[in-house]
């Protein structure tokens, strides 16, 4: 495997910074030390500050990503926490992904809190994805519980693993998976961040499931 010295990680992050429309990267400032990135500054917006993670992430050589950009709505784009918990409501009202009646949210100062139950990580996902890209929303906390159906942890891991080999054909003999109690636990390693992303997306559709501790590395290819 070849390592990346901070300089070179630090400037393929702002690259991969410049690259992506969805973020204004003189608004992002990146410091890198023993592979750890660190973002700083003030966007306008909570997409915005997701945008710049996911980017610091893509970049080969990165470990872990401490993000600490501000979100300061302009006056213009500024909504009341009204207005963004009815664009709340009806978001999820229009997601047929996620069980709306069954999860609440409450809004202080811009930042949703999303409470209720789903029954797969996936349904806890979506809930949440629909939501953090709203105007005004400064950021989500997701509370929402997982109830999930009584299933044998051996059912759940078969299932699991079938979808691995599916996601991540190159990989799957590279992780390990346990399932105690609806709880799995990934170890191993992966190439890069899109390979974890997808083994995470396999794993959230599993029934039975309520928690993931994953301890996966990123390896890239030499």
């Given at each position: ?12 992050v702002?690259?991969?910074l ?17 592979g ?13 500050k ?8 893509r ?9 600490d ?26 997601n ?25 990580l ?42 691995l080999?599916?996601c ?27 390979e ?27």
């Amino acid at each position: 495997m070849v390592v990346k010295s901070d300089k070179q990680i630090h400037q393929n992050v702002l690259r991969e910074l410049q690259w992506d429309s969805r973020v204004d990267e003189t608004e992002v400032g990146v410091e890198v030390d023993q592979g750890v990135v660190t973002l700083t500054g003030t966007v306008e917006s909570y997409a915005k500050k997701l945008a710049a993670k996911e980017a610091a992430h893509r970049v080969a050589g990165v470990m872990d990503v401490a993000d600490d950009i501000r979100v300061k709505m302009p006056g213009n784009l500024d909504r009341t926490d009204t207005e963004i918990a009815q664009a709340v409501r009806h978001v999820l009202a229009w997601n047929v992904m996620v069980p709306d009646t069954r999860i609440t949210s409450t809004v202080t100062d811009g930042w949703v809190t999303l409470e209720g139950s789903v029954d797969r990580l996936r349904e806890r996902d979506d809930a949440e994805r629909a939501v953090r890209y709203l105007l005004g929303v400064r950021g989500v906390t997701n509370k929402l519980g997982i109830r999930p159906p009584q299933v044998k942890a051996e059912r759940v891991r078969e299932v699991i693993e079938d979808a691995l080999e599916r996601c991540a054909e190159h990989e799957v003999k590279h992780i390990q998976v346990q399932v105690s109690d609806g709880v799995v636990t990934l170890t191993g390693r992966v190439h890069s961040y899109a390979e974890k992303r997808a083994v995470m997306g396999a794993v959230s559709h599993a029934p039975g499931v309520h928690t993931v501790t994953e301890h996966l590395r990123i390896e890239p290819y030499v």
